[in-house]
């Protein structure tokens, strides 16, 4: 009886040794972060809310896309927005009209301004660096974990390699520990200054997907600008017809 | 005879030496003044020329023709490799520099501003413009592709230091979007809005790479011996670097408003030195008058003895033409005494702001032979030809009238 | 006694004086012509640089010359308008409203149905036409077509307006007189701003970096699609006198007091070229100088002269027993009124040439073309400095002049002087 009881002893104390240091894999873990919205291809529904000090606005919108190369945003509403499109193809842009039934080409030197005044940049929706390949990554030792972080929660330091080409010099990147969700993602300045934070929150099932819902991106140094984007309505990988990356789609104009 | 009058009209100009000598030093001076300015409006204008081409333009620049219009990547000069080969052996032209120019996007971690970028050639560039001076903070293009220099204004803008990071953001000829990292390594101060707020400068190889451009490159800029010469047009140097599709243009072209301001201050200076001019032959055709009609007792004399009329009043021609000498020879070795010193150290008027970089070299008075000698020559014979009226009038005189002398 | 004495010797010898005074008179008219021209050539580039684009005087948002902002913006600008107009000294205003965008048009041969790929960034502003030509001139700068003028865009967000391009817009463009434009840009609530161009127009300022930009469309137009109702970016506030401007500057900061303005002077907002024009300024200046040494260097001669052929008469004064100090006294007067004759004759002179010389201005011969005004002649000013500069200078010349060789004359003995031919 002894025995047993010590051999169990010994056996649950590995257990949780091994659970203790046992921390997901952690190129696991930044493919997850890089996946989470990606897929071959998507189509999904969403509110976006941009506030500055001057307005605040609430677009909704659909939007389709296909790899990094492709894609389509329609705006539904509100009435003055409502049937304008963006076609992305690669590094060429469009928007669709409705006022004037025009379609008309974004120049390059405009496509690294924000999107519709928000704070989301064009680079932004493109997406196409990855964590895993573009950044160097490492847990954060616990003694530089922020408080008020329980167990559940794993921080992680992505600092872009030399050949990425983005203006922050690390961000630090807060996810849940049962199922990688993150949490917040936030981005530091090369003197270690935050310049913006972006978090995560309603977690739902969509599409086959656990998602955050709601991604809130906040500048740190701009009092009064948030852009909050909130996902009603998500599919991934069912096939996107190829007619839809295209002008005629751009120029047909209607909210379908 | 002729000799004779010769002789006689100069011991008079010297038997009343007093008022030779004060004569000659008034009108000397006027004249000594008049080629001063001359020499000081070169000077000046010279100093606004260097001014607008020594920062940044150059004298002279070589686009491929439809460039500084549209300002389109792919409107890369043609042949480089011969131009700038001809360049080289071209012995008017100092230095030169090539510049790749692309409108482009520079974010830095809190700010997004459309900027210029400009490829710089870290080699030739010292050469011809003013950046290397113009570095506040940091250092000068040393070759690493992670160097960029800023505007102060721009610095300002993107709330950046030195070593931050900066991306920018163009659209390469394969019309592809294209971005590329950057640590600020400078910072200049040029005094020029365009320069310091909108213009973001790196190495040239690394544009060149950012923006696909091979070896291609936008602009050469180019530094003569002398920036009046982009002014003739009738320098070979024109056709040579205007074939092949492309063309070569100096800063009068380049800066129309400036050249026309040039124009402008030029015109003023004109009208300034007519007027002293005005004075000076005012001066010293008042002090004939005033010599021969206080000398009235004598020339009566003169004819009382029999002297002809046409003698005197030739006699007094010669008085005139000497005295115009006389101070014309006064006049020249003065100013041309004063140009020579001042043209060596310089006139320093304090800091010049001037359309860019704060100016505190000093002005260099200049004076053009082409132009000055028509001071002295025109000096001589207007006083010459003003002799005549007081020789008429003293040639006329009745001597008894005039032997009746009053104080 | 002394005074009679000096006014009649002055008259006395007719010759002496006239050739005396002439050098006085024509050294204050050349000096007097010297400065006027200095002012009014600078004051010509001046105005015409200003009259052009910016007005010499220009009232933003506070803080707008540091931070243009769309949001930043002049409200209830009629109102302020009147109220600038009230101020005397102001000629006209101009409001403007100032955006960025996109400006796309379509590729020539495409039709109807095609996409506006033409596109390019550009600087819109936005101006009252009437108002605008009226403070500028700006119709004079167009090239071809004609200033943007109402049209149903003024108050139909739907409605197509009027758009004038800058040549070398024109030119990256591709687009001219006639054709359709479409503008993509983001109002002031934040909405979308679109709208379709018909291309009335294109201009030039002359500087092709600012034409490579540029575009305007009409207020009301900009009004309604940037959600700017009643508010404008700049009111430009014209002048004639440029001498004036720093005074309507205070008086119309303090007149807008409290309303969050700025009001500012084309030397702070145009501070480049400002600089520029102090630049030549120094140089005309030291020219000046030159010329009035010059001038008075001539009065020099002439009274020195005057006095040192006068010392017979001196001597026979002395042997009369005038004391040495009366001949001093009388002399310095004597050339004192001369001095005040020259400066009255030369003053009646000078208003005449410079008056001529402000209204006809010299005619070049060769236009010269400055930030897109064509200077056709440059023209004199009449001011305070034209008299009171060139009187000095004869006044101070010809008294302190006059009295060394006076002091001379009046001590050397009566029976040297007497003693020459």
Redesign the interface.
Known sequence: MKTFAIATAVLLMAGSLSASEGRPDIDELVRHLDQLYRSEDSYSEMTMEITTPNWSRTLTMKAWSRGTENTFIRILSPAREAGMATLRIGDQMWNYLPNTSSTVRVPPSMMSGSWMGSDITNNDIVREITYEEDYEYSYLPDSAAPEGSGDDVLYVELVPKRSTAVVWSSIVCAVRAEDLIPLWEKYYDSDGDLIRTIGFSGVEEMGGRTIPTLMEVVPADEEGNRTTIEWTYAEFDQGVDEEIFTLRNLQRGDTD | MFLRMLKFSWRNVWRNA??TV??GL??G??LA??L??EG??QG?TDH?VDATTDPWMGDVQIHREGF????QLELTVNRPGEVMDSLSGDSLVQAFTPRILS???L????E?K?VTLIGVDGRSDPGVTMLRAAIDTGSYLSGDSMEIILGHRLAEDLEVEL?????I???GTD???A???FLLSGICNFG???LDRYSAFVNIRTAGDLLDLGDGFHEIAMVLPDPELARDTSLSLWDRYSAHGNSALGWTDLS??IS??L???N???L??SA??F???I??IV??L??SV??RM??LGIMKAVGTRPGTIGAMVVMEAFWLGLISTVIGLVLGILLIWITSGTGIS?GE?????ITFSRPIYPDIDPGRAWMYPVFTILLVGLAGIFPGIHAARQNPAESMRRS? | MLAKLAWRNVFRQKRRTVLTMLTMTGGFVLSSAAIGWMEGSYGSIIMFFTNSRTGQIQVHGSGYLDDPSIYNTVDDYMEIGSMIDSVPGVRTWAPRVYAGGLLAVRPRGSGPGGIFSNSAAASITAIDPFMEDRATEFSSQMEEGELPSSSAADSSYSAVGNIVLGRELATVLDASVGDSLVMLSQAADGGSADRKYLVTGIYSSGNPDLDRNSCYITLNDAQLLFALRGRVHEIAVMTDDLGDVDRLTREIAALLEGRDLGVDSWKTFAREFYNGMKADETQLKITIFIIVLVAAMGVLNTILMMVLERRREFGVMKALGTRPGFIVRMVVLEANIMGVISIIAGSVISTGLLLYLSSHGLVLDQPINYGGTVFREMVATVNAACYWVPALCVVLTASTVSIPPALKAAHTSAAKTLRTV
């Open positions: 007093r008022r004060i004569t008034a009108v001076f006027g003044s008049l001063f300015t000081l409006m000046m606004m500084l219009d549209t300002r409108p482009a996007s974010s830095s971690a809190r997004l459309p070593g931050d990071v900066l991306v953001t163009a659209a019309s592809g979007l971005s590329s990292m020029s809005e365009q129309p408003q026309s301001m124009d402008l201050v015109i003023s200076m009208i300034m007027i002293l005005g004075l000076v005012f001066g008042n002090s008058f005033m009609y206080e007792f004598e008027f010049i702001e001037f359309s860019g104080l």
